[in-house]
Nanobody, 124 residues
Framework: QVQLVESGGGLVQAGDSLRLSCAAS????????MGWFRQAPGKERDFVAA????????YYPTSVKGRFTISRDNAKNTVYLQMNSLKPEDTAVYYC?????????????????WGQGTQVTVSS
């Protein structure tokens, strides 16, 4: 099992930056990919970013590419999500996720381990 704990959420103004952290514990040696998702009230959980542990390759949807950056610190088993130029539509609960197998899919169903989520609110 892998445990994930997010931190760094909060209330910011449009145009501000925020960095989220996700600390992994447990069987971290089994992790191949970690990612971030977000879910706004009444909406589905959407993919935000992912990073492959072995190659550090990163993946983003068009909606955040160029504004968000995912990175990792192997020594700390921690993944970060740097969010710049935040917009009110970025408001959501942000979840960290991990999986122990390789896949080309980045849907919520393709990740087996989840954190509890951290709220990000962007005011206009």
């Amino acid at each position: 099992q892998v445990q994930l704990v997010e931190s760094g959420g909060g209330l910011v103004q449009a145009g501000d930056s925020l960095r989220l952290s996700c600390a992994a514990s447990g069987r971290t040696g089994s992790i191949t990919t970690m990612g971030w998702f977000r879910q706004a009230p009444g909406k589905e959980r959407d993919f935000v970013a992912a990073i492959r542990w072995s190659s550090s390759s990163t993946y983003y949807p068009t909606s955040v590419k160029g504004r968000f950056t995912i990175s990792r610190d192997n020594a700390k088993n921690t993944v970060y999500l740097q969010m710049n130029s935040l917009k009110p539509e970025d408001t959501a609960v942000y979840y960290c996720a991990a999986r122990p197998y390789e896949s080309s899919k980045y849907s919520p169903a393709s990740f087996g381990f989840w954190g509890q989520g951290t709220q990000v609110t962007v005011s206009s």
